[in-house]
């Protein structure tokens, strides 16, 4: 029997706890005992937990690479506006240098590949399997929307990295995406095209709302306002601009921007009233030295934030106004006394101080982690009814948001090119650090640019790099190479 690299993983949670050693197993998804996992719902339930869980655990035995929080910081410092200070630490410098995921063995290539099939894996598990669950139809429906919701996730975050840019208007999009398994196999499948992926995912997306309400007993979990979310996502990603606008609008009802108080909280606590969707960091279940804080925060007790902390790009961050909230963010004098870090920590020019942990040096890597904020989903309606020509809704829609931000924000009456680049502008600002701006990158066809900003040519390597280019593509594993004879490489 032919076995997939992509397929070999444990069914995660399905007969564990988050805090059990046998999450970091490698069984086949075929030894585990989905039948007792999903033979009722409050099994199913628990096996859903555990996919949760296995979004934020280590993978590849390595400490930096801690399931998707990881990817959101990698895809960061892969673009110009999140930076590694200096090269004392060597976490993410690969992914920095734009050398990670063109190379077909490192970790940081094989990990967005193992994590985003793993939740995919045992997404199909329990969408296979939950129908014939014994407990209430409410129950079943919310556990297979929350399984449709993750395969969805996973699959859009996969296309994204490891197929060509989506081009609407180049229907079909017939260059190659990735292997789409929709039923718990080890066999190894072809690259479906990248049009077939979106139409899969929209298609797990739609039934998934229909499914799911906006009742949950978690915030860490999906329901209706999460799927709307990753619908405007997929669709402004499409160029879909008039769908990205509507799921936007109504995935953020419910979600007020933060007060100005809250925005210098810490970005650390899921109980915020912006944050939609994000990972509930439980006291059982530390990672210590492998979470997001320990390497995002300014203010962890790690030799990662002590050495080399995150700074922004100097050119962004200038042109943020001083009665913006967001430019108490960082810090742009190193000897500033009101930045935070912790004991021994290197205070550098615009230094982050988004992301913080309660107490100076924080000795707890507890923070929650924001998968999806309200915020965003005001910049996608702003740019989508942008680009469809509607300049007053896009203005409106912004200053809804950055008015919140910034008492003296006055609504705009830009235009065109213009008010595009005031959105996209905001939109780097107030998304920094969590995960956007090599995909916006990528969906907006722009090239790489780092020049003429605070960074080192000893840090990045590498400054430059064509819209449309090879590089901004991930290279396939060569392990999934090498255990799939259907699968081809993408150009090197």
């Not at 007969?15 to 999450?23: F, N």
């Not at 199909?124 to 129950?139: F, K, M, P, R, Y």
């Not at 108490?328 to 992301?355: D, I």
């Not at 780097?428 to 090599?438: S, V, Y």
Request: aromatic share 10%; net charge neutral.
């Amino acid at each position: 029997m032919k076995k997939r690299y992509l397929t070999l993983v444990l069914a995660l949670g399905l007969l564990t706890t988050a805090c059990e050693k046998e999450y970091l197993e490698t069984s086949p998804t075929g030894s585990i005992d989905a039948g007792a996992a999903y033979s009722t719902t409050k099994n199913a339930t628990a096996a859903i937990n555990g996919i949760y869980r296995a979004m934020v655990v280590r993978y590849l035995s390595s400490q930096g690479h801690f399931g998707h929080p990881a990817m959101m910081i990698i895809l960061d410092v892969m673009g110009e506006d999140v930076i590694i200070a200096n090269t004392s630490n060597t976490w993410h410098l690969p992914e920095t240098r734009w050398q990670a995921h063109r190379s077909e063995t490192a970790v940081g290539n094989q990990l967005p590949y193992e994590l985003y099939y793993r939740l995919i894996g045992n997404a199909n598990i329990a969408i296979a399997n939950i129908d014939n669950a014994a407990g209430a139809q409410s129950e079943k429906n919310q556990i297979k929307g929350e399984a449709l919701g993750l395969r969805a996730f996973s699959y859009f975050n996969l296309v994204q990295l490891f197929g060509k840019r989506y081009n609407a208007a180049a229907k079909p999009n017939s260059q190659l995406g990735v292997p789409l398994v929709l039923t718990p196999t080890t066999e190894g499948l072809t690259r479906a095209t990248v049009e077939d992926i979106y139409t899969q995912i929209n298609k797990d997306l739609v039934d998934a709302a229909a499914l799911l309400t906006s009742t949950r007993s978690y915030k860490s979990h999906i329901n209706l306002e999460v799927i709307k979310g990753f619908q405007a996502r997929v669709a402004l990603t499409q160029q879909n601009w008039a769908d990205a606008a509507k799921f936007a609008a109504e995935a953020r009802k419910g979600y007020a921007p933060m007060s100005v108080a809250q925005y210098q909280d810490g970005f650390s606590d899921i109980s915020n009233p912006e944050w939609i969707w994000g990972f509930d960091h439980l006291e059982d279940q530390s990672e210590f030295f492998g979470a997001f804080h320990s390497y995002i925060s300014c203010n962890y007790n790690s030799t990662n934030i002590r050495v080399d902390p995150k700074q922004i790009n100097s050119t962004l961050y200038d042109q943020i106004p001083a009665t913006d909230v967001r430019s108490k963010m960082w810090v742009k004098t190193p000897t500033a006394t009101n930045s935070v870090v912790p004991t021994g920590g290197v205070r550098v020019p615009y230094l982050n101080q988004k992301f913080r942990l309660p107490g100076t040096p924080s000795t707890s890597a507890m923070g929650d982690i924001p998968y999806m904020r309200s915020a965003e989903m005001y910049l996608i309606e702003a740019e989508a009814q942008a680009r469809l020509g509607n300049a007053t809704g896009a203005a409106s829609v912004l200053f809804d948001l950055v008015s919140k931000r910034d008492p003296s924000y006055k609504l705009s009456t830009k235009t065109g090119t213009q008010l595009m680049d005031e959105i996209l502008f905001n939109r780097r600002i107030e998304l920094w650090g969590e995960g956007f701006r090599f995909t916006d990158l990528k969906r907006m066809n722009l090239p790489l640019n780092r020049n003429g900003a605070n960074l080192s040519s000893a840090v990045v390597v590498l400054f430059d790099v064509p819209a449309g280019d090879n590089q901004w593509e991930f290279l396939i594993p060569r392990r999934e190479i090498n255990a799939n004879k259907a699968i081809v490489q993408n150009p090197l």
